[in-house]
C-alpha cells in the first residue's frame, strides 16, 4: 500500500511539474521563444564567400554554429575566418574562442582573439586581444579592448585598433609602447 502511494505521489509530482513548465513557456513572448530556439545548429562547420566577381572573399570554419533566422544571428564556437582583402596577395586568419555573425555582414569575436598574417613578407605578424568587431563587407576591424602586436623584429602594446585590411592600414588608438630589436 505504501508503495502505491508513494507512486501515485511522484506522479502527481511529476504531473505538476510539467503542468508548471507548460504554463512557464505558454507566458513567454513568441520572441523570447524563438530566441531561446535555433533555427538549426550546425558542428564542425566549413564555408566560403565570395565577392561579387566570384573571387574568394572569406572562409570561415568552426566547432559549432547556431543560427536565428528571426534575429539574423549566427552564433560561432571557435571560429576561425580566412580573409582575402580585395587587391591583395594578403591573407589574414582570425579565430576566437566566440564569435557572433550579425546581419550576415557584423562579425563579433570574443576571448583570446588572435589576428595573424599569412603573408610571409607582411611586417606585422600577430595581434592579440579579448573583442574584435569585423565589418566583412569593408573588411575593417575594430576594437577598444587592450592588444598586444608582435612583428618580426618588435612588440606593441595599445589600447584600441582601427584596421583596413583592403588598404593595408592599420591604426592604434591610445596608449601605445613599442619594443624594438635591432638586428
Known amino acids: 500500500m505504501k508503495r502505491e502511494m508513494l507512486a501515485g505521489l511522484l506522479?502527481?509530482?511529476?504531473a505538476g511539474a510539467l503542468y508548471w513548465?507548460?504554463?512557464?513557456?505558454e507566458q513567454q513572448t513568441p520572441q523570447a521563444r524563438a530566441e531561446a530556439e535555433p533555427d538549426f545548429v550546425a558542428r564542425s562547420l566549413r564555408t566560403r564567400s565570395y565577392d561579387e566577381n566570384g573571387r574568394l572573399a572569406a572562409q570561415i570554419a568552426a566547432e559549432s554554429m547556431v543560427h536565428f533566422q528571426e534575429e539574423g544571428r549566427t552564433e560561432f564556437r571557435d571560429p576561425v575566418y580566412l580573409i582575402y582583402p580585395e587587391g591583395s596577395q594578403g591573407i589574414w586568419k582570425v579565430r576566437s574562442e566566440q564569435g557572433r555573425l550579425m546581419d550576415a555582414r557584423h562579425v563579433e569575436l570574443e576571448?583570446?582573439?588572435?589576428?595573424?598574417?599569412?603573408?610571409?613578407?607582411?611586417?606585422?605578424r600577430t595581434i592579440r586581444t579579448e573583442f574584435l568587431e569585423l565589418d566583412l563587407e569593408t573588411m575593417i576591424l575594430t576594437t577598444d579592448r587592450p592588444l598586444r602586436a608582435h612583428g618580426e623584429t618588435f612588440e606593441v602594446d595599445a589600447v584600441g585598433l582601427w584596421a583596413d585590411?583592403?588598404?593595408?592600414?592599420?591604426n592604434l588608438n591610445s596608449k601605445v609602447s613599442a619594443s624594438y630589436e635591432v638586428p
Request: hydrophobic share 50%.
Open 11 to 14: 506522479l502527481l509530482v511529476a
Open 21 to 25: 513548465r507548460t504554463v512557464q513557456l
Open 111 to 124: 576571448k583570446d582573439v588572435i589576428i595573424t598574417a599569412i603573408e610571409p613578407n607582411e611586417p606585422l
Open 165 to 170: 585590411l583592403n588598404l593595408n592600414q592599420i
